[in-house]
């Protein structure tokens, strides 16, 4: 107590001297904050969205402006402002009007712009959707151009023709009039599952699904005969196509866990260059002269190709990442679709389009964190944090204002986040549904008090103590009763284990984790997460959507509608609904359901609500308790 008081009585004294005559002093400047010299590589300028109920997927820019296809609600449009915003100018159409848009494409000299999609709405049957966007940032219909066949992947724009990619029905076309409208419906006659298609130098390059191969196929053509030039196996998913954005002659391959290809185009020929690899399920790959992106379900990466990673290492220099789900609190979607333009990268990121400025002199100063972790009531917490770049970064774990956890993540590392009983009593009391963290990142050189580089949020939440419903982590998963497309029936969790994905065949978000999965089981890569099982109540047989996605192999679960077999068999989860039980509201994903891997005795091991392919951030149960 001496120490107290002695410290109180000279605070007073020189309270005292102070107020006898004597000149204050000034206060001293306050120490500055400490900042880093390193600078990002890709930023987010800005975004956007139509509507809560947003399902955006494909995108392209005309006159300012973005038009995104946004599933059920047609086409939005979004104008891109001069100070780098993005603002809603027309959020599209109401589901009532039954006007499905999964892909778009633009008739620049008409201002027309066309949609279609999967699978067709209403009682018309198969159709592309014709706008007319000549007052820049308004969608306004204008009417529907019949089709003979019901599923379009890619709808792609050549001079005065639409390129109709329709899946195993191959390439159809349309001619394009004057004022925009279509006519003269014809078939290629080009056979396979045709899926993305752009223009090169004046030939044709289609990307295809290649189930029997290797995964996907590039096939070059003339598109005044579509006599077949040259046809290339790539290996993967096929997931997207771009031309380069610089009217060079290369297109961009998305392939999911099978990277990124640039594949140039010349001499009627078509030759692989290199392959990128960033730890992320790649969905669309971008290329304007020497700058490659790849939009992956993770976020951007971009990379100059002119430039070596270092002196050791000639791979090309890595110096952009942007996270998916960075706009919105819940920290909800996933990036299907991008495209470079004037400089900048635009992503359609589920619910919202997002404008990024690149800068190839920066550096990777954002971690890729899991959204969300779902845990039992008592126990640790783990998990895993990425460093997708090649400088050192500093990760620190904040609550109430206060750091709680350090951790140092080395070039291209990964670390383990452990979160021991103490530490989450503090963070998460026993009564509260969930938790949010701070997540920031430092340059290691500066201290906590100083601004970090980036940061995001981490929600950990936790089951309710007195309902086993949803499960989490280290609970053992319920049997289910299910029917295989033979109408088999079995029982869930498998002998084997097993990994659960729930779907809807429409839901567009969802399409690249089935095929990925289904290449990956395909190609005989074991991620030790047991057999993937997806889980339907409709029957994908019966419409032909297992063999349009190209799902060959894979397995899946029937219940509902689709077994009606399986009779009570499941009422105990509920007697309409084995998916929302099974759904984490409280972990963030938005459309992504939740992905269960049980071990061969039932137990979870480990829950995800985004699908990250073999970069996963989950560690497996058992958590070792303290």
């Not at 929302?580 to 409280?586: K, Y």
Request: net charge negative.
């Amino acid at each position: 107590m001496s120490g107290v008081r002695t410290r109180s009585f000279a605070a007073a004294l020189l309270l005292g001297i102070a107020g006898c005559g004597l000149e204050p002093q000034p206060e001293p400047d306050p120490e500055p904050i400490p900042v880093t010299d390193l600078s990002p590589g890709i930023v987010l300028r800005g975004g956007d969205y139509a509507d809560f109920d947003d399902h955006l997927v494909e995108l392209l820019v005309h006159e300012g402006h973005v038009y995104v296809a946004n599933s059920t609600l047609g086409v939005a449009a979004m104008r891109l402002d001069d100070d780098g915003g993005v603002t809603l100018t027309d959020p599209g159409s109401l589901p009532s009007t039954l006007r499905r848009c999964t892909s778009v494409a633009v008739h620049a000299k008409s201002d027309t712009l066309y949609c279609g999609s999967d699978a067709p709405m209403g009682a018309t049957g198969p159709v592309v959707e014709v706008y007319d966007i000549s007052t820049p940032g308004t969608v306004t219909w204008r009417g529907a151009f019949a089709l003979e066949k019901p599923a379009i992947r890619d709808l792609e724009v050549v001079g005065d023709q639409l390129l109709i990619q329709q899946f195993d029905d191959g390439i159809w076309t349309a001619q394009i009039g004057a004022g925009g409208l279509l006519s003269q419906l014809s078939d290629t006659g080009i056979v396979g599952n045709a899926r993305v298609s752009v223009a090169v130098n004046g030939e044709v390059v289609t990307l295809f699904a290649d189930p029997a191969g290797p995964g996907a196929q590039l096939r070059l053509f003339d598109p005044s005969t579509w006599t077949e030039l040259d046809r290339l196996a790539l290996a993967g998913p096929p997931l997207g196509l771009s031309a380069d954005a610089e009217a060079g002659s290369r297109v961009a391959v998305g392939l999911g866990s099978g990277g990124m290809a640039v594949v140039g185009v010349r001499d009627h020929a078509l030759t692989l260059e290199r392959t990128l690899a960033p730890p992320a399920v790649v969905t669309t790959g971008l290329l304007a002269g020497d700058i490659a992106v790849a939009v992956t379900l993770s976020g951007v990466f971009a990379w100059d190709l002119a430039a070596e990673q270092s002196s050791s290492d000639d791979s090309p220099r890595l110096f952009g990442f942007g996270p998916a789900a960075m706009l919105g609190h819940e920290r909800a979607g996933n990036m299907l679709h991008g495209v470079l333009h004037e400089g900048e990268v635009l992503t359609s990121d589920w619910l919202w389009v997002e404008r990024w400025a690149l800068d190839p002199a920066g550096e990777v100063l954002e971690l890729d964190v899991p959204r969300g972790i779902y845990v039992q009531p008592e126990g640790p917490v783990r998990w895993r944090m990425r460093n997708p770049g090649p400088i050192a970064l500093r990760a620190e774990l904040w609550f109430d204002r206060r750091p709680v956890w350090v951790g140092e993540l080395g070039p291209w590392a990964v670390i383990d986040v452990d979160v021991p009983v103490e530490l989450r009593a503090r963070i998460l009391a026993a009564d509260e549904p969930n938790t949010r963290l701070s997540v920031r990142v430092y340059d290691p050189k500066v201290p906590s008090v100083g601004e970090p580089v980036s940061s995001t949020v981490l929600v950990i939440a936790q089951r309710e103590v007195d309902d086993p419903m949803p499960p989490a982590t280290g609970d053992v998963f319920p049997t289910l009763t299910l029917a295989d497309v033979e109408h088999e029936i079995y029982t869930l969790p498998t002998p084997a284990g097993s990994q659960t994905i729930w779907f809807w065949p429409d839901c567009a978000l969802m399409w690249p984790q089935l095929e990925d999965l289904a290449w990956l089981g395909r190609e005989g890569r074991d991620l030790g997460r047991g057999e993937p099982i997806m889980l339907g109540s409709f029957d994908p047989a019966q419409d032909g959507f297992a063999t349009r996605w190209a799902l060959d192999g894979a397995t899946f679960g029937l219940w509902g509608v689709a077994a009606p077999e399986l009779g009570d068999a499941n009422d105990f989860i509920d007697e309409e609904d084995i998916y929302m039980p099974f759904f984490i509201p409280t972990m963030p994903g938005d459309a992504m359901p939740t992905d269960y891997v049980i071990d061969s005795q039932g137990v979870i091991r480990s829950i995800e609500r985004m699908y990250r392919g073999p970069w996963t951030l989950v560690v497996p149960w058992p958590w070792d308790q303290d």
